[in-house]
C-alpha cells in the first residue's frame, strides 16, 4: 500500500472552502507543539489568547483597530497578486502613506486645519501608488523582477522614515519623533479606540469588491492573471494594467499608512514599520484574494497578535510568539491548495 | 498480422467508464492491443480516444473497469507507473526543455541517472538507438535549433531510451510534412519488427490505412467498430466517426471580390534569435467576398504574418493598411476596434483563458461593448444571455456556460473561439490552422462559417497546411515559404504540384496580381 497524489477532474468547490479552515486548525496544532516547547500549556495559551482578543470591551476594541491596516494591506496587495504580480512591498507602501500624512500636517500649514486629513491621507495614497509604481513600471517595460524590487524598496522606505523621525523632522522636545499633529486633525474616534478608519476600510471592501467584480476592467485583471497571452490577443494591454494595478495596490496600502497614523500615534515615530504590510500578504492569500473574506481573516490575525500581548503578560511568553504563531497560519494553507485541483488516493497492491 | 490467437495482448483494457462534469467521457470501452500491432483509435474531438489513453498512462483514473497489461492487472496512478510498465505517450505538444540538448533532455527525469551524470556513455547509447531505428538526430543539438520533425524524434528516442515498448502516439503526424510523416511509417515498422506496439491516436482517414493493422472507432465515448484496417475503406470508416454522410464539398457564392479591405505591403519582421527575418518584404491584399488562403509548411513564417497584421510583433519595415487607413503597429486593440478578428494557431494558449467560464470566454471581445456592459460596469444578465446565445448557435457542448473552458473538448474550445470572434467580426477574419486537430464534424463547421463569412462580403485570411483545405476553402492561395511568399494563384488555375513546388522553396516568377 502507498498513498499518491492524483490529479482531480474539476476543481473542488467545498475543498476551496474546507482548505482554509482545515489549516487554521492544523496551524493552531502546530502552535500547541511550539507552545508545549516553551513549556507551556498550549489549552491555557490559547485560552489567555482568545481572551486577551475578545474577552473585554477594550481588548476587542484593540483587536479591532489592529485588523484595519492587515485588512487594507490585504486589499492592497490582493489587487497585485490577481495578476500573478508578487507585491511584497506594502510595508513600504505603508511606510511612504505615513510619511505623507506626517509631511502634509507637519509643514502644509498654509492649509486650513479642517484640511489637513483628507489632504493627508489623498497624499499618502498618492506616495505608496508611486512607491508600487516603479517596480510595476520597471516590470512593464524591461521585465525587471518585481519581487526583489518591491522587496528592496520596503528598506529604502524604512530607512527614510528613520531618517526622518530621528533626524530631520524630528520633534525639538524627546528623542525621536515628529511633533503630534493638530488634534483637530486626528481622525475621529467612533466608539472606544475604534477610529473612522473602519469606515474607510469597509468601504474600501465594497468598493474593491465592486470594482474586481463587476467592471470590465476587473474581467480584463481576471484574462491577465489567468491567461495573460489569451488576453493580449482579445486585446488587453498587459503593461498598461500592471502600472494601474500597481499604483492602485500601492495607493491603498499608502492610504492604510496614513489612516493608522492619523488614527493612533498622530505623528512618525518609531513602530512605523509594524509588520503590517507583510502580514497583508498572508491575508491576501488566506482570503483567496476575496475582499469580503479578507475581513475575517484579518480580524482573525489582528487577534493573534492582539492576544499574543496578553500571552506575554498572562504567560510570562515573548511577544514574539504571536509573529511565530501568525506565521505558522500560512504554511498548512500554502501545502494544503495543492488539494483544491488534486486529491490523496490510497493505492491497494493488487495481484491480478 | 494475424498473430492473436496465440499471444495474449500486451494491453487490454475491460469495461472502461470515465465520467467528467457533465460528460460521459467513455462508457464501457474495452480495447486490445498486441505485440507487434498498431492499433488507430480513430474518432471525432471528444470522441473519447485521448481521455481513454490518458488513463492507459496514469494522468486520469477510470471510474470502472480494468487495465491489464501484458495479462496482469496493473493500477496506474501516474505517468511514472505507466513508464515503469513500458507504456509511454508522446503527446501532441512536445515535452522538451528548449534551451538543453538532445541529450540531457533525453535522461532528463530518469531516476537511475546517478549524480553526475556520465555523458558519454548516455551520448554512445542515444547513438546506438539512434542508428538501431534510423533516428537521425544529433544528442548534442539544442532542442531550439530542431526542426519539429526532429523534435518528434527526440520525443520518439525519449520513450526507447527508457525501455518503452508499447508507445502512444498522439495525432504524431499533424505537425510533420509528408516526408517526415513517411519517416515515422518506417521508423514505427523497425520498433514492429522488435515485438514493440502502437496505439495512434488519428482523425485522418489516410493515416489509418498507411500505418494500422487494426482500427478501433470511438463516437461520444463508445466503441463503435473494431476491425482490421485491410477489410475498410475510408469512407466507411467516416460514417463509422460520424454516424452520418460526410460533406466533403462545400456549397458557397461565386467568386465576386470587391474592394482592398486588408493591405500588407512589403512587410518585414526582423528576428533578433535568427539570422533570416521571419517575415521577407511580404506583400498581399485581401478583397471584400473573398478567402486569402496562405499555404506553405508551418513555421514558414505564417503565424508571424497574422501576429504583425493584429499588433502582437513589431513590424520592422513595411506597411499595413486596413480599409485604406494605415495600421502598421497599431496595439491589438485598435487593430481589433478596426474590424479585425483573429482566430489564433495554438487555440489552448492564445485563444481561451482556459480557468475563465465558457461564457466568460465568450465575452471576451464584446464585454467593451453596451452588449455586455453599461458604462465600464459588466452586466452579468446580458453576458449570460449574449452567452446563451452564442453556445446555441454555434451548438457548442458545454455543461453549462459556467463550466471552465479548459474542462471542454478541442472542438468545442474551437467553436467557443469561433463564436465569439465571428461575432465580434467588423468585416476582416483573420483564422490560423482553424481545423488543426478537430474532427470531421467541427472541422466541417469551421470551414462552413469561414465561407459563410465571404459569402456575406467580409475579408478572409485563412492560414492552413492542409491544401486540401485551401483548394476547397480559399478562392486564392498565396504560397509561404522562409518568410517570403512565394506566390499568389487563383484556386482555379493552380493544382496541388505547383503549390507543392512553391512550398517546397520554388519561386513563382509569373507573379500574378
Given at each position: 500500500?502507498?498513498?499518491?497524489?492524483?490529479?482531480?477532474?474539476?476543481?473542488?468547490?467545498?475543498?476551496?472552502?474546507?482548505?482554509?479552515?482545515?489549516?487554521?486548525?492544523?496551524?493552531?496544532?502546530?502552535?500547541?507543539?511550539?507552545?508545549?516547547?516553551?513549556?507551556?500549556?498550549?489549552?491555557?495559551?490559547?485560552?489567555?489568547?482568545?481572551?486577551?482578543?475578545?474577552?473585554?470591551?477594550?481588548?476587542?476594541?484593540?483587536?479591532?483597530?489592529?485588523?484595519?491596516?492587515?485588512?487594507?494591506?490585504?486589499?492592497?496587495?490582493?489587487?497585485?497578486?490577481?495578476?500573478?504580480?508578487?507585491?511584497?512591498?506594502?510595508?513600504?507602501?505603508?511606510?511612504?502613506?505615513?510619511?505623507?500624512?506626517?509631511?502634509?500636517?507637519?509643514?502644509?500649514?498654509?492649509?486650513?486645519?479642517?484640511?489637513?486629513?483628507?489632504?493627508?491621507?489623498?497624499?499618502?495614497?498618492?506616495?505608496?501608488?508611486?512607491?508600487?509604481?516603479?517596480?510595476?513600471?520597471?516590470?512593464?517595460?524591461?521585465?525587471?523582477?518585481?519581487?526583489?524590487?518591491?522587496?528592496?524598496?520596503?528598506?529604502?522606505?524604512?530607512?527614510?522614515?528613520?531618517?526622518?523621525?530621528?533626524?530631520?523632522?524630528?520633534?525639538?522636545?524627546?528623542?525621536?519623533?515628529?511633533?503630534?499633529?493638530?488634534?483637530?486633525?486626528?481622525?475621529?474616534?467612533?466608539?472606544?479606540?475604534?477610529?473612522?478608519?473602519?469606515?474607510?476600510?469597509?468601504?474600501?471592501?465594497?468598493?474593491?469588491?465592486?470594482?474586481?467584480?463587476?467592471?470590465?476592467?476587473?474581467?480584463?485583471?481576471?484574462?491577465?492573471?489567468?491567461?495573460?497571452?489569451?488576453?493580449?490577443?482579445?486585446?488587453?494591454?498587459?503593461?498598461?494594467?500592471?502600472?494601474?494595478?500597481?499604483?492602485?495596490?500601492?495607493?491603498?496600502?499608502?492610504?492604510?499608512?496614513?489612516?493608522?497614523t492619523a488614527a493612533i500615534a498622530h505623528r512618525l515615530t518609531r513602530g512605523v514599520d509594524a509588520g503590517y504590510g507583510f502580514t497583508g500578504i498572508i491575508i491576501a492569500w488566506m482570503s483567496g484574494l476575496n475582499p469580503f473574506a479578507s475581513i475575517i481573516v484579518a480580524v482573525a490575525l489582528a487577534a493573534i497578535t492582539t492576544g499574543a500581548d496578553?500571552?506575554?503578560?498572562?504567560?510570562?511568553?515573548?511577544?514574539?510568539?504571536?509573529?511565530?504563531?501568525?506565521?505558522?497560519?500560512?504554511?498548512?494553507?500554502?501545502?494544503?491548495?495543492?488539494?483544491?485541483?488534486?486529491?490523496?488516493?490510497?493505492?491497494?497492491?493488487?495481484?491480478? | 498480422?494475424?498473430?492473436?490467437?496465440?499471444?495474449?495482448?500486451?494491453?487490454?483494457?475491460?469495461?472502461?467508464?470515465?465520467?467528467?462534469?457533465?460528460?460521459?467521457?467513455?462508457?464501457?470501452?474495452?480495447?486490445?492491443?498486441?505485440?507487434?500491432?498498431?492499433?488507430?483509435?480513430?474518432?471525432?474531438?471528444?470522441?473519447?480516444?485521448?481521455?481513454?489513453?490518458?488513463?492507459?498512462?496514469?494522468?486520469?483514473?477510470?471510474?470502472?473497469?480494468?487495465?491489464?497489461?501484458?495479462?496482469?492487472?496493473?493500477?496506474?496512478?501516474?505517468?511514472?507507473?505507466?513508464?515503469?510498465?513500458?507504456?509511454?505517450?508522446?503527446?501532441?505538444?512536445?515535452?522538451?526543455?528548449?534551451?538543453?540538448?538532445?541529450?540531457?533532455?533525453?535522461?532528463?527525469?530518469?531516476?537511475?541517472?546517478?549524480?553526475?551524470?556520465?555523458?558519454?556513455?548516455?551520448?554512445?547509447?542515444?547513438?546506438?538507438?539512434?542508428?538501431?531505428?534510423?533516428?537521425?538526430?544529433?544528442?548534442?543539438?539544442?532542442?531550439?535549433?530542431?526542426?519539429?520533425?526532429?523534435?518528434?524524434?527526440?520525443?520518439?528516442?525519449?520513450?526507447?531510451?527508457?525501455?518503452?515498448?508499447?508507445?502512444?502516439?498522439?495525432?504524431?503526424?499533424?505537425?510533420?510534412?509528408?516526408?517526415?510523416?513517411?519517416?515515422?511509417?518506417?521508423?514505427?515498422?523497425?520498433?514492429?519488427?522488435?515485438?514493440?506496439?502502437?496505439?495512434?491516436?488519428?482523425?485522418?482517414?489516410?493515416?489509418?490505412?498507411?500505418?494500422?493493422?487494426?482500427?478501433?472507432?470511438?463516437?461520444?465515448?463508445?466503441?463503435?467498430?473494431?476491425?482490421?484496417?485491410?477489410?475498410?475503406?475510408?469512407?466507411?470508416?467516416?460514417?463509422?466517426?460520424?454516424?452520418?454522410?460526410?460533406?466533403?464539398?462545400?456549397?458557397?457564392?461565386?467568386?465576386?471580390?470587391?474592394?482592398?479591405?486588408?493591405?500588407?505591403?512589403?512587410?518585414?519582421?526582423?528576428?533578433?534569435?535568427?539570422?533570416?527575418?521571419?517575415?521577407?518584404?511580404?506583400?498581399?491584399?485581401?478583397?471584400?467576398?473573398?478567402?486569402?488562403?496562405?499555404?506553405?509548411?508551418?513555421?514558414?513564417?505564417?503565424?508571424?504574418?497574422?501576429?504583425?497584421?493584429?499588433?502582437?510583433?513589431?513590424?520592422?519595415?513595411?506597411?499595413?493598411?486596413?480599409?485604406?487607413?494605415?495600421?502598421?503597429?497599431?496595439?491589438?486593440?485598435?487593430?481589433?476596434?478596426?474590424?479585425?478578428?483573429?482566430?489564433?494557431?495554438?487555440?489552448?494558449?492564445?485563444?481561451?483563458?482556459?480557468?475563465?467560464?465558457?461564457?466568460?470566454?465568450?465575452?471576451?471581445?464584446?464585454?467593451?461593448?453596451?452588449?455586455?456592459?453599461?458604462?465600464?460596469?459588466?452586466?452579468?444578465?446580458?453576458?449570460?444571455?449574449?452567452?446563451?446565445?452564442?453556445?446555441?448557435?454555434?451548438?457548442?457542448?458545454?455543461?453549462?456556460?459556467?463550466?471552465?473552458?479548459?474542462?471542454?473538448?478541442?472542438?468545442?474550445?474551437?467553436?467557443?473561439?469561433?463564436?465569439?470572434?465571428?461575432?465580434?467580426?467588423?468585416?476582416?477574419?483573420?483564422?490560423?490552422?482553424?481545423?488543426?486537430?478537430?474532427?470531421?464534424?467541427?472541422?466541417?463547421?469551421?470551414?462552413?462559417?469561414?465561407?459563410?463569412?465571404?459569402?456575406?462580403?467580409?475579408?478572409?485570411?485563412?492560414?492552413?497546411?492542409?491544401?486540401?483545405?485551401?483548394?476547397?476553402?480559399?478562392?486564392?492561395?498565396?504560397?509561404?515559404?522562409?518568410?517570403?511568399?512565394?506566390?499568389?494563384?487563383?484556386?482555379?488555375?493552380?493544382?496541388?504540384?505547383?503549390?507543392?513546388?512553391?512550398?517546397?522553396?520554388?519561386?513563382?516568377?509569373?507573379?500574378?496580381?
Open positions: 500500500m502507498r498513498l499518491a497524489i492524483e490529479k482531480r477532474d474539476t476543481k473542488s468547490r467545498s475543498m476551496a472552502l474546507i482548505i482554509p479552515l482545515a489549516s487554521f486548525i492544523i496551524s493552531l496544532l502546530l502552535g500547541a507543539l511550539v507552545l508545549a516547547a516553551s513549556r507551556t500549556n498550549p489549552l491555557q495559551a490559547y485560552g489567555a489568547m482568545f481572551n486577551g482578543a475578545f474577552g473585554s470591551a477594550r481588548r476587542f476594541q484593540y483587536t479591532i483597530v489592529e485588523s484595519l491596516p492587515l485588512l487594507m494591506c490585504g486589499l492592497g496587495v490582493g489587487i497585485a497578486f490577481r495578476l500573478k504580480f508578487w507585491n511584497i512591498g506594502a510595508e513600504g507602501q505603508y511606510v511612504w502613506g505615513a510619511i505623507g500624512i506626517t509631511w502634509v500636517m507637519q509643514f502644509w500649514t498654509f492649509l486650513p486645519t479642517p484640511m489637513l486629513l483628507p489632504i493627508g491621507l489623498v497624499v499618502g495614497m498618492i506616495l505608496g501608488a508611486i512607491w508600487a509604481g516603479v517596480p510595476g513600471f520597471l516590470k512593464a517595460q524591461w521585465s525587471v523582477d518585481e519581487t526583489l524590487t518591491t522587496l528592496m524598496l520596503n528598506y529604502v522606505a524604512i530607512g527614510l522614515a528613520e531618517y526622518l523621525y530621528i533626524n530631520a523632522w524630528k520633534a525639538p522636545l524627546g528623542n525621536m519623533g515628529t511633533p503630534e499633529f493638530p488634534e483637530a486633525a486626528w481622525l475621529p474616534r467612533l466608539w472606544g479606540k475604534i477610529h473612522s478608519g473602519l469606515f474607510i476600510a469597509l468601504a474600501l471592501v465594497c468598493i474593491l469588491y465592486f470594482l474586481l467584480y463587476r467592471t470590465r476592467w476587473g474581467f480584463e485583471l481576471n484574462m491577465i492573471g489567468k491567461n495573460p497571452r489569451a488576453a493580449r490577443y482579445q486585446g488587453v494591454s498587459i503593461k498598461k494594467n500592471i502600472v494601474i494595478a500597481m499604483l492602485l495596490s500601492g495607493a491603498i496600502c499608502g492610504l492604510a499608512g496614513s489612516v493608522n496578553a500571552l506575554q503578560i498572562a504567560m510570562k511568553l515573548p511577544e514574539s510568539m504571536g509573529e511565530v504563531l501568525q506565521g505558522l497560519v500560512l504554511i498548512p494553507l500554502l501545502a494544503g491548495s495543492i488539494f483544491v485541483e488534486h486529491r490523496l488516493v490510497l493505492i491497494k497492491k493488487e495481484t491480478a | 498480422m494475424n498473430q492473436q490467437t496465440e499471444q495474449t495482448p500486451v494491453v487490454r483494457m475491460e469495461h472502461i467508464t470515465k465520467h467528467f462534469p457533465g460528460v460521459l467521457a467513455n462508457d464501457d470501452v474495452s480495447l486490445e492491443l498486441y505485440p507487434g500491432q498498431v492499433l488507430a483509435l480513430l474518432g471525432e474531438n471528444g470522441a473519447g480516444k485521448s481521455t481513454l489513453m490518458n488513463m492507459l498512462v496514469g494522468l486520469y483514473r477510470p471510474d470502472s473497469g480494468s487495465i491489464f497489461i501484458r495479462g496482469e492487472l496493473a493500477e496506474i496512478h501516474s505517468p511514472q507507473d505507466s513508464m515503469a510498465l513500458g507504456i509511454g505517450m508522446i503527446h501532441q505538444e512536445f515535452m522538451l526543455v528548449g534551451n538543453m540538448t538532445v541529450a540531457e533532455n533525453i535522461v532528463l527525469g530518469l531516476k537511475e541517472l546517478p549524480f553526475i551524470p556520465q555523458i558519454d556513455e548516455i551520448r554512445k547509447r542515444i547513438k546506438e538507438l539512434s542508428a538501431r531505428y534510423g533516428l537521425q538526430v544529433d544528442p548534442d543539438a539544442v532542442i531550439h535549433d530542431l526542426s519539429v520533425g526532429e523534435q518528434q524524434r527526440v520525443e520518439i528516442l525519449k520513450l526507447v531510451y527508457r525501455g518503452a515498448d508499447i508507445l502512444i502516439l498522439d495525432e504524431p503526424t499533424a505537425v510533420l510534412t509528408p516526408g517526415e510523416s513517411r519517416d515515422l511509417n518506417k521508423i514505427i515498422q523497425k520498433m514492429l519488427s522488435e515485438g514493440k506496439s502502437a496505439i495512434f491516436i488519428t482523425h485522418k482517414m489516410d493515416e489509418v490505412i498507411t500505418f494500422s493493422h487494426k482500427v478501433q472507432v470511438l463516437r461520444r465515448g463508445k466503441t463503435v467498430n473494431t476491425c482490421d484496417t485491410a477489410s475498410v475503406t475510408p469512407k466507411d470508416l467516416a460514417n463509422m466517426m460520424v454516424g452520418r454522410d460526410v460533406l466533403f464539398s462545400l456549397d458557397r457564392c461565386p467568386y465576386h471580390p470587391g474592394g482592398v479591405r486588408l493591405q500588407v505591403d512589403h512587410v518585414t519582421v526582423d528576428n533578433p534569435l535568427g539570422s533570416r527575418p521571419f517575415l521577407d518584404d511580404v506583400s498581399l491584399e485581401v478583397h471584400r467576398g473573398e478567402i486569402l488562403g496562405i499555404a506553405g509548411v508551418a513555421g514558414n513564417g505564417q503565424t508571424q504574418l497574422t501576429e504583425a497584421i493584429t499588433g502582437l510583433i513589431p513590424i520592422s519595415s513595411g506597411k499595413v493598411y486596413i480599409d485604406g487607413k494605415e495600421m502598421t503597429n497599431a496595439t491589438p486593440l485598435q487593430i481589433i476596434r478596426s474590424g479585425v478578428s483573429h482566430i489564433p494557431a495554438d487555440r489552448g494558449a492564445n485563444g481561451v483563458v482556459g480557468d475563465m467560464s465558457v461564457g466568460d470566454n465568450l465575452a471576451m471581445k464584446k464585454y467593451r461593448t453596451n452588449e455586455i456592459s453599461h458604462g465600464v460596469v459588466i452586466k452579468r444578465s446580458f453576458l449570460r444571455a449574449f452567452a446563451d446565445k452564442l453556445i446555441n448557435a454555434f451548438t457548442i457542448k458545454t455543461p453549462t456556460q459556467d463550466t471552465c473552458v479548459k474542462f471542454l473538448s478541442g472542438g468545442n474550445i474551437q467553436k467557443t473561439i469561433l463564436a465569439r470572434e465571428i461575432d465580434s467580426c467588423g468585416g476582416i477574419l483573420i483564422a490560423v490552422y482553424p481545423s488543426r486537430g478537430l474532427d470531421v464534424g467541427a472541422t466541417e463547421t469551421v470551414r462552413q462559417n469561414l465561407i459563410l463569412q465571404r459569402d456575406q462580403g467580409n475579408a478572409v485570411l485563412l492560414v492552413s497546411e492542409e491544401l486540401d483545405e485551401l483548394q476547397m476553402v480559399a478562392d486564392r492561395i498565396a504560397v509561404m515559404f522562409e518568410g517570403k511568399i512565394m506566390g499568389i494563384k487563383s484556386v482555379k488555375e493552380t493544382n496541388t504540384e505547383e503549390l507543392g513546388m512553391m512550398m517546397a522553396g520554388t519561386e513563382d516568377r509569373r507573379r500574378d496580381a
